[in-house]
């Protein structure tokens, strides 16, 4: 699977975008982006994933560059129930190999 | 709609002595998984299967074994527990399909004294 590099923490601000930026260079044709959070040591969760199609669901968009060396999350509006740590990993699947590194830890802030 | 149950949430063993972690899931799902997370870091794959009666080891296996004789359970055993393992401790299940996401549940935190 393609290494991942995220920062190691973000701010944002309540009811404004947080954008979670994941360089992954080395990304080969057939692996997917995927990104999950942990809430305070929670399970993580799953949050979205995407092949090379920018994607949108109820919790996040994901915006894939063209050449897939790089991705983003959006949170549309953060709210203080968002401060997480956010994993970014490419894999090509969900499937038996999910590489967790060590995130990004985005506080949201009022 | 329970999803992944872990039991115990917590557990405090003494180094030598064994235990199970117990892992269900009421989804249905052929795929489990097993997870360490230490402090501060990422999650490392410790076994995994793909259906009853079929596991095999992840990145950390050293330690552990596992069994799968059902669709819904996939416990964790530790035989000799040794300060190492001190950790918490994550299940997750998915559905079949490649690129289907796994759903974790929310840990067994395990202190070796």
Redesign the interface.
């Known amino acids: 699977d393609a290494k991942t590099t995220q920062p190691t923490s973000m701010d944002c601000a309540e009811g404004r975008a947080a954008n979670l930026p994941c360089n992954h260079s080395t990304i080969s044709g057939n692996e ?1 982006v ?1 990104w ?1 959070r942990q809430i305070h ?6 949050i979205i ?1 995407g092949l090379k199609n920018n994607e949108t669901n109820e919790m996040a968009s994901l915006i894939i560059t063209e050449d897939r060396k790089s991705s983003t999350l959006i949170l549309p509006h953060a709210t203080l129930r968002d401060t997480a740590v956010y ?1 970014c990993i490419v894999t ?12 990004t830890q985005l506080k949201v802030e009022l | 709609n329970a999803g992944v149950t872990q039991t115990p949430k917590f557990r405090i063993l003494k180094i030598g002595q064994s235990m199970t972690l117990q892992c269900t899931q009421d989804m249905n799902h052929n795929y489990m998984y097993w997870y360490r997370q230490d402090p501060g870091m990422g999650l490392k794959l410790i076994y995994y299967s793909v259906g009853a009666g079929i596991t095999d080891k992840g990145e950390v296996p050293n330690g552990y074994n596992v069994s799968r004789s059902t669709t819904e359970d996939f416990p964790l055993r530790l035989e000799l527990a040794a300060p190492s393992q001190t950790s918490v401790y994550f299940c997750a299940s998915r559905t079949g399909g490649a690129i289907q996401p796994q759903h974790f549940g929310d840990g067994t935190r395990l202190s070796i004294l």
């Not at chain 1, 040591?41 to 799953?46: D, K, M, V």
């Not at chain 1, 699947?93 to 999910?98: A, D, E, H, I, Q």
């Open positions: 997917y995927y999950y040591s929670q399970g993580p969760q799953y994933h994993y090509t699947g969900g499937g038996n190999k999910l590489t967790f590194g060590t995130g």
